[in-house]
């Protein structure tokens, strides 16, 4: 959270750069063997039964809800494999109603949600009429508190819409340059200390658009195996050649790039025009930091480039929200593409790349999201703003498993509670999670109810696997004054 905006200072002039925070190194501790084997064995009956299921639906004992295919489209080629129809069927079915809930409220600390039921299991829902009010929000990305709706901090953004209406309505290149859009990369740019910045739409876009503009057929692409789908996508349409690295692993990553070295491009050893690291400065679904000192080294080392994606960590992570190159005293000069979005702590929507201003240039030109996609909207474009500056301290203010899984979302909505759980196929069948965004507009009172009931439906599930005694020294968790970093 950032607390105290009023002492900020700039990255890459001067003295301006915060020490490095000392940190432990990520670790993750692993399910016992027997819960693998028994999560294992629970898919397989499952898929079992989903087959005796498709079975009794092929002979019409049983009723099948889902679309199918028209007979007279039978040789075109099928939207979607046979087992992605038969999970979706037979096991996604099942779980459904933990997703796409409908929100009827802002998104803030605590949210409302329209209730519904289903009387086929799932297939279709209804909506009842009731409301459930005041679920705390434990699975939004508001991280500062700034996607908020109070009258006096939004006025700045009223005015603009006023001014410039709500759309563009024609791309950058065209008649879509607003002095808003020069004023917001200006302020973007000086905000991380770097020469140059260039504003987007959408955050999605910024990275599987520009990563083809940087890189082709003739490069390679080392990608962290938990990057984003942006990032991936990004690197497919490119055409560049892709090896992946196993997280966070700088053997596994320095092992590649001395194999690229040596050994060049495939059939021809050539060497490659360009080698292209890519990674996160914060994971979303692992929670994990990035190793961006020695993932440094070896960039400069190799001679390689560095593609930073700090969607989670910008506006969070370092003293003054500037993201992990903050976070361990890094110029993030020494970055050749630095990316992140504004969906997230900044309670807005689209994305940014910053760096040299060449590189900013080349990307105007070049980049199909700047080229085809339509400008960001004014006011979205003036809250960016004005969470910047309040980040800065330049407004005058200092606001600033699966089934087991599945379960955990329900038990924990019944307690007013929303959170976000991800299962199979979005992670590995062992690794499903429930993931919990802290903003700075939660309570100390709304943490206490989330931790709280947390502990007592993690007994509840039997979802408690840690092997890690509990701390010896309770009366650390009883403090009731607590004094920020200087």
Partial sequence: CLLNCSTVQKNGKGDGFHQPRVRGEDSFEEAPMYVAVLTYMGYGIVILFGYFRDFLRAVGLEKCHQAQEREEQKDFVPLYQDFENFYKRNLYTRVRDNWNRPICSLPGPVFDIMERVSDDY???????GRTVENVINMGSYN??????????????????????????CSTRQELGNLS????????????????????????????????????????????DELNHTSLILGARLSGATIRVFKHNNMQSLEKMLKEAICSGQPRTHRAWKKILIMVEGIYSMEGSLVRLPEILALKKKYKAY??????HSIGAVGPTGRGVTEHFGVDPNEVDVLMGTFTKSFGAAGGYIVGKKELVDYLRSHSHSAVYATAMSPPVVEQIIRAIKCIMGVDGTTEGWYKKAMALSRAMLKRKIGIVVVGFPATPITEARARFCVSAAHTREMLDKVLQSLDELGDDIKVK????????????????????DS
């Avoid at 020069?182 to 910024?206: I, W, Y």
């Avoid at 696997?465 to 920020?484: G, M, V």
């Fill in 122 to 128: 799932n297939w279709t829902f209804r909506l009842t």
């Fill in 143 to 168: 991280y500062l508190g700034f996607a908020e709706n109070n009258v006096d901090f939004l006025k700045t953004v009223a005015e603009e819409t006023r001014q410039y209406g709500v759309g563009v």
């Fill in 180 to 223: 808003i859009h020069e004023k917001l990369e200006q302020l973007v740019a000086e905000f991380l200390g770097v020469e140059s910045a260039m504003a987007f739409g959408m955050g999605f876009a910024t990275n599987s658009m520009n990563i083809p503009a940087l890189v082709g057929k003739g490069c390679l692409i080392l990608s």
């Fill in 306 to 311: 560095l593609y930073l994606d700090e969607a």
């Fill in 465 to 484: 696997f840690s092997r890690h005694r509990s701390s010896y020294r309770p009366e650390l968790y009883d403090e009731t004054d607590f004094e920020l």
